[in-house]
C-alpha cells in the first residue's frame, strides 16, 4: 500500500510538472508574424511598461522604470515620459513634483471635470502606493498617495473617478519562500483591490498572477488578466458599490499582461508566451523573450481571440502593452529601452 501511495504521488508530482511547463510556454514554437506596417520604434527609455492614451489630444503617457538597475541597487532615471501623436517627435520626460523615490509602474489617465489626472502604481524602498497626478502643461502635480496594507505588491490600475479605482495585486504573498512557492506551484492568492473613496476591499479573488484590469467603454464590465493561469475574465461590475460579479473566463494560453481597450470596445492584450523565458530575460537582457500582442473581440459570454503580432524576441522582448490608437499600434516592454508603433495592416 505504501509503495502504491509513492507511486501515485511520483505521478501527480511529474503530471505537476510537465503541466507546468506546458502552460508557461516551454514546448511552443514561436513563428515571427505581424500585421503592421510602416513599423518604427523609440529607443530612449528603459522599461516602457505601461502605455495609457488622452484621446482627446492625442497624447500618449509612458510609465518608464530601468528595473535591471533597480535591482543592482543602481540610479535610474525613472518617471513617466509623453509622446505626442500629432508631431513627429519622441518621448519627452514629464516634470513632477512629486518629493519621493518614484519608479512607475501601471498608469491609468482620468478626464475628470475638464482636467487632466494621472494615477501611477510607484514602488520603492517604503514599499507600494498608488499616487495621483494632476497634469497640466508638461508637469505632473502631485495631489495625494493611496497606501493600504493589501496594496502588498500592486501591477496594474484603472480609475473610475478622481478617488475611485481598482488594482490588481499580483502576489498574495510578500517577498522571499512563500511568494516563490505562490510563483512555482501557481497558488491562486493574487486579487484585485477596489478603493471606493473611503475602503479598500478585495472584490476579485483566486487568482494566479492578475495583472492587467480594464474596464469596457460603458463602464459596466471590468475585464481582468491573470499571468501564470492565462485566464482572460470579463465581471460585470456595479457601478454604485464598485462590487463585481463574474460573467466568463477563458484560457488564452499564453502569459497575458496589461490590457488596452480601443474606441470599438476591442480589447488588446501585451503578453509572453514562454514564461521561464521571460523570467531569464529579466535577469539577462543577453536572453530573449518572445513577445505577443492580440486582439479580443467581446461577444456576449465569449472572447474571440486574433494574433496581431508574434515575435521570437531578438526583435522584440519582453512585450507588455499593447496599444491601439487611429489605426495605430504602440507596444511597450517590462525591461528593455524600446516601444514599437505601427500601422495596421488593412
Do not use: C
Request: charged share 25%.
Amino acid at each position: 500500500m505504501k509503495k502504491f501511495i509513492a507511486f501515485a504521488v511520483l505521478l501527480y508530482i511529474i503530471y505537476f510538472i510537465v503541466n507546468t511547463l506546458y502552460d508557461s510556454g516551454v514546448f511552443k514554437t514561436i513563428e515571427n508574424h505581424s500585421l503592421f506596417q510602416n513599423i518604427k520604434s523609440y529607443e530612449t527609455i528603459y522599461g516602457p511598461e505601461d502605455l495609457d492614451i488622452d484621446h482627446k489630444k492625442n497624447s500618449l503617457f509612458i510609465s518608464s522604470s530601468d528595473r535591471r538597475k533597480l535591482s543592482l541597487g543602481l540610479p535610474a532615471n525613472d518617471g513617466i515620459y509623453l509622446l505626442d501623436l500629432t508631431k513627429d517627435s519622441i518621448p519627452y520626460k514629464l516634470a513632477t513634483s512629486f518629493s519621493e523615490e518614484f519608479h512607475p509602474h501601471g498608469i491609468s489617465y482620468l478626464h475628470h471635470d475638464d482636467k487632466d489626472y494621472l494615477f501611477v502604481i510607484n514602488h520603492n524602498k517604503q514599499g507600494h502606493s498608488i499616487e495621483l497626478f494632476h497634469y497640466m502643461n508638461d508637469t505632473l502635480f502631485h495631489i495625494r498617495s493611496f497606501k493600504n496594507e493589501l496594496m502588498i505588491s500592486p501591477n496594474d490600475l484603472i480609475a473610475t473617478d478622481i478617488d475611485n479605482f481598482y488594482v490588481t495585486i499580483d502576489h498574495g504573498t510578500k517577498e522571499g519562500l512563500w511568494r516563490t512557492l505562490e510563483d512555482y506551484l501557481r497558488l491562486p492568492y493574487s486579487y484585485v483591490l477596489y478603493f471606493d473613496g473611503k475602503e479598500y476591499s478585495k472584490v476579485y479573488e483566486g487568482l494566479n498572477y492578475a495583472n492587467g484590469v480594464n474596464i469596457s467603454n460603458d463602464g459596466n464590465t471590468l475585464y481582468v488578466s491573470e499571468t501564470t493561469s492565462g485566464k482572460l475574465s470579463a465581471l460585470n461590475r456595479n457601478k454604485n458599490t464598485g462590487q463585481l460579479e463574474l460573467l466568463f473566463s477563458k484560457e488564452l494560453k499564453t502569459g497575458l499582461d496589461n490590457i488596452s481597450i480601443d474606441n470599438n470596445g476591442d480589447l488588446w492584450i501585451a503578453a509572453h508566451p514562454k514564461l521561464f523565458d521571460f523570467l531569464a530575460h529579466s535577469k539577462d537582457s543577453t536572453k530573449h523573450s518572445p513577445s505577443q500582442v492580440l486582439k479580443v473581440n467581446v461577444s456576449k459570454n465569449d472572447f474571440t481571440i486574433s494574433e496581431i503580432y508574434l515575435d521570437n524576441g531578438v526583435k522584440f522582448s519582453g512585450s507588455s502593452t499593447g496599444l491601439s490608437v487611429n489605426n495605430e499600434v504602440f507596444i511597450g516592454q517590462v525591461y528593455d529601452d524600446k516601444i514599437l508603433r505601427g500601422k495596421l495592416l488593412p
